[in-house]
């Protein structure tokens, strides 16, 4: 059941996630507290902040991964409740660092393992696997291969092509192209930021790159501690930051100035 805060005044859908005083708390350690954050719906939303300050928290939040000690947690209008969790995860597509791939199975069944669980026939199955693939440009010979058997760039398309086998509505993505040498992730970042705007879907991204982040991000959200400390485009945070924290974050991050001159150009 949706709420008026999460639907817009047509019933169209205005925030994907809804954190609403969420905490977690790990023994002594406080990981997320009390944070208030909507994630809008059709836009890429980038977490940023240092380690240890609550963005994969978050994102375990939103795939039902992880439980909330208090508050709330709304994905796509609906509370994270164990009885519904896994229909709601359907409707979410998840990305972890190397694809996060199953070592003993093809890519092409790590791929369609969920879709041939819900019954999907071969024919359906093979049509989505070769749109997926002219999607993220993967050759469609590489399919077949074992994970190991295919380059690190190449297997975060095969995690990516699994997140999207069932086209779902919200996209998350914890640190994606982090283990990838430097070349390899500027020309993922460039096929990321086409696909997104192509599917208009809801994604949150984490990052620890302010670069990264304001290049793929629509907005930005940057944490320490726990908490938001200031959300915004990136030339808000480097021009009107609210916090000597954020001068000291984007200070350290000399890339994401050459980010922002680009966008100025």
Not at 38 to 48: N, Q
Not at 72 to 79: A, F, H, M, S
Not at 224 to 247: H, I, K, M, Y
Request: charged share 25%; with cysteine.
């Amino acid at each position: 059941m949706t709420t008026a805060s999460t639907e817009g005044s047509a019933g169209e859908l205005r925030h994907a996630i809804e954190f609403t005083r969420t905490t977690v708390r790990f023994g002594a350690t406080t990981a997320v507290n009390g944070i208030e954050l909507s994630v809008p719906a059709g836009r890429t939303t980038a977490l940023i902040g240092p380690s240890g300050c609550g963005k994969t928290t978050l994102l375990r939040l939103a795939v039902g991964l992880q439980r909330a000690d208090l508050g709330d947690v709304r994905v796509l209008g609906r509370r994270i409740e164990s009885n519904s969790l896994a229909e709601l995860r359907h409707s979410i597509g998840y990305v972890v660092q190397e694809g996060g791939l199953f070592p003993h199975l093809s890519c092409e069944k790590n791929v369609s393992i969920v879709a041939e669980f819900l019954g999907w026939d071969s024919e359906r199955i093979r049509a989505r696997m070769s749109e997926l693939c002219a999607l993220v440009q993967l050759p469609e010979d590489l399919i077949a291969r074992a994970p190991s058997k295919l380059s690190g760039g190449q297997r975060q398309r095969v995690g990516l092509m699994r997140a999207l086998f069932l086209d779902p509505e919200l996209l998350l993505l914890d640190e994606p192209l982090a283990a990838l040498d430097p070349m390899v992730r500027a020309e993922l970042q460039d096929d990321l930021k086409q696909i997104f705007a192509r599917l208009e879907k809801s994604v949150l991204l984490v990052t620890h790159d302010l670069a990264e982040a304001g290049y793929l991000g629509d907005e930005l959200v940057l944490m320490r501690a726990g908490q938001v400390v200031q959300r915004g485009s990136l030339r808000e945070l480097f021009e009107e930051p609210t916090d000597p924290f954020v001068t000291s974050f984007v200070s350290a991050q000399r890339g994401a100035r050459d980010v922002l001159a680009e966008a100025a150009q």
